[in-house]
């Protein structure tokens, strides 16, 4: 960013059209970068960078009378670099494998930006200058007053939809009255919000230290992934409150002042709960959720008039009022014949939750990880949600330890087209007009690291994310994505043969914890399947939920006093208990009559099948 700032600045004072070319070394290999020699005609075919030195120093479109700034935004290591070595120091000359030499112009500068010089050698340092960020030179209270300057300035509209000029939200807010009528709305409620972003004593920057410092994340914390997670949590709640007071959307009254205060506060507490421990356990959640209540018991935002339930089981309705989760969660009825369908999805308390906050983020058209332990639901959830996306396409990728950009260019190259505009060059977008496509990344973690701990398909999506799209390495030409989203799913960086996602990647995605169920979704889960099962026996379907109880506590007991630090295979996921299930259904699939012996016979055995033989 520092560097894009200050050339705009010398743009504006010199009156001239600076270029920056940004290259990431590391999401393509090193002949592409530099180009190679065909062993059998000795041809030389350029790289990319030396595509772009070149274009520079034949000057046929007054390359070198315009400023040139050659950014390589990625890792930098000894194999790629090594090479750079006599265009840094002052001979400024790229000697080639054919023993061409191309001389730096003198309009030319090279940019490194990285995360870390882990890998850089001296030769490299000592022939580039140095500027270090450390975390105060851009900080989180500079962060919020930037985001509230933008919303008092730029319609959200804008900022939400500015990849999709067609969305219905652009055409809503098209004309100059309505834009007026929308910035003095977003002014109003930048006010509202003003006093909870102070730097000195503001809720959010307290809430902010709170869980870096007093919770447990299941990946790095980084406080700019949080902040940015919050903005987008924040954009469709304003962009929500202007519907309604513009255009009447769903027909509802516009709300009075008191109504919008309380509806824009109360889903600040929720969007700063999954904002900034939503990568973290229910606990922390819940804890985080009673710090902020205790925070702000002094101002005027009502609390729930049910206090036995944390703050984080509760919505905040159209009305600004407080309503639990559990009013939303319908008690299911199955016939027999569905219950070991693959496809059902049983709603509980925990899925319509994250089901909601994965849409709003979805529907920002956010990059988002899901991470959590295996079988605790992830893609279940998140294909939940997404159905609920209009006109969107989902292209599922499974990524294993040999996965490389190239399965993510073939993916583009089936499900979308290549176009010429005038105003951004060639785009690649959905073949069908107005369709998004997301693709679905998952095991994202599990990419193998090069030598130098660089994940080169991770670099690449963190590419295609930042920059909004890739170099085409076959004609070297900048490729522009439009309607594309990207979402991932993977197990928690602990688990063995796992790899750290690098925090230039993550400080783009919002990341949500998906635990194992807990005791009350365990028991409407195989509280539905069990009387679907127990259903065509009418002397002991009363038995269901004893059954369903007798399971759950089982489960629940078992899983607590044998764990993967005694023996690496005692796993216990949900899946234990619906192949429990399942295996129940299909012993009495053919039988007309059975009693209660019988069940408790059929359910110990099944359990002894599942649980007892992986002991011996």
């Not at 990625?74 to 001389?103: C, F, H, I, Q």
């Not at 629940?556 to 234990?576: A, G, K, N």
Request: glycine residues 4%.
């Amino acid at each position: 960013m520092a560097w894009r700032v200050l050339l705009t600045a010398l743009n504006r004072i010199e009156n001239s059209d600076g270029q920056a070319h940004i290259i990431d070394p590391k999401a393509i290999s090193k002949d592409d970068l530099y180009g190679y020699m065909d062993q059998n005609t000795r041809e030389w075919t350029d790289g990319l960078f030396t595509h772009i030195l070149r274009k520079i120093i034949d000057n046929v479109r007054g390359e070198l009378s315009k400023r040139q700034w050659i950014i390589f935004d990625g890792d930098v290591d000894p194999e790629w670099v090594e090479n750079l070595n006599s265009v840094l120091d002052d001979n400024k000359l790229l000697t080639l494998p054919n023993g061409e030499r191309l001389a730096l112009p003198a309009n030319v500068r090279v940019m490194f930006e990285v995360q870390d010089l882990r890998h850089a050698t001296l030769a490299t340092v000592s022939r580039t200058g140095m500027v270090w960020f450390n975390q105060q030179t851009v900080t989180s209270a500079m962060l919020l007053q930037y985001y509230l300057n933008r919303i008092r300035q730029e319609s959200v509209f804008d900022i939400i939809n500015q990849d999709d000029p067609n969305s219905k939200d652009n055409v809503m807010q098209s004309s100059e009255e309505n834009k007026t009528s929308i910035l003095e709305i977003q002014n109003h409620l930048a006010d509202l919000l003003e006093p909870y972003c102070d730097k000195e004593n503001g809720l959010i920057l307290d809430t902010l230290e709170f869980a870096q410092e007093k919770q447990v994340h299941i990946m790095d914390f980084l406080p700019s992934r949080c902040l940015q997670a919050l903005f987008s949590m924040l954009n469709h709640i304003i962009r929500t409150i202007i519907k309604r007071q513009l255009f009447s959307v769903d027909r509802a009254t516009p709300l009075n002042e008191k109504q919008i205060e309380q509806y824009l506060i109360k889903s600040l507490i929720i969007s700063m709960i999954w904002s900034f421990s939503g990568d973290g356990k229910l606990k922390y959640r819940q804890q985080l959720g009673e710090f902020i209540m205790n925070t702000i018991k002094n101002h005027n935002i009502s609390s729930p008039t049910d206090k036995s339930l944390p703050i984080i089981d509760f919505e905040v309705n159209s009305e600004g009022e407080w309503e639990s989760w559990l009013l939303k969660v319908p008690l299911v009825e199955l016939e027999g014949s569905k219950v070991d369908a693959s496809d059902l999805v049983i709603p509980t308390i925990d899925t319509i939750r994250h089901e909601t906050l994965l849409y709003t983020w979805l529907n920002e058209h956010k990059p988002l990880l899901l991470c959590g332990p295996p079988g605790s639901g992830k893609t279940m959830t998140l294909f939940s949600a997404l159905r609920s996306l209009p006109a969107c396409e989902v292209v599922g990728l499974n990524f294993s330890s040999a996965t490389t950009p190239e399965l993510i260019l073939k993916t583009f190259a089936h499900y979308c087209e290549y176009k010429k505009t005038a105003t951004s060059g060639v785009v690649l977008a959905p073949s069908q007009l107005g369709k998004w496509i997301i693709v679905f990344c998952d095991e994202i973690n599990l990419p193998d690291e090069d030598k130098y701990g660089t994940q080169r398909v991770i670099a690449f999506l963190r590419q295609c994310i930042e920059h909004g799209g890739f170099y085409r390495t076959s004609d070297h030409t900048w490729i522009h994505l439009e309607r594309i989203q990207f979402v991932g799913a993977c197990n928690p960086p602990t688990d063995p043969g796992r790899k750290p996602l690098s925090h230039r990647f993550l400080r783009h995605c919002p990341l949500i914890y998906v635990d194992y169920p807990g005791e009350i979704s365990l028991k409407q889960i195989y509280g539905t399947f069990n009387r679907a099962m127990l259903k065509k026996f009418n002397n002991i379907k009363s038995y269901s939920d004893a059954l369903t109880n007798a399971m759950v506590e089982f489960f629940l007991m078992t899983q607590e006093q044998f764990t993967v630090d005694q023996q690496p295979h005692y796993v216990y996921s949900p899946r234990e208990m619906t192949r429990w299930v399942r295996g129940i259904i299909e012993a009495i699939r053919n039988v007309q009559e059975l009693n209660a012996e019988e069940l408790v016979r059929l359910w110990a055995h099944e359990a002894l099948r599942l649980f007892h033989d992986r002991f011996e």
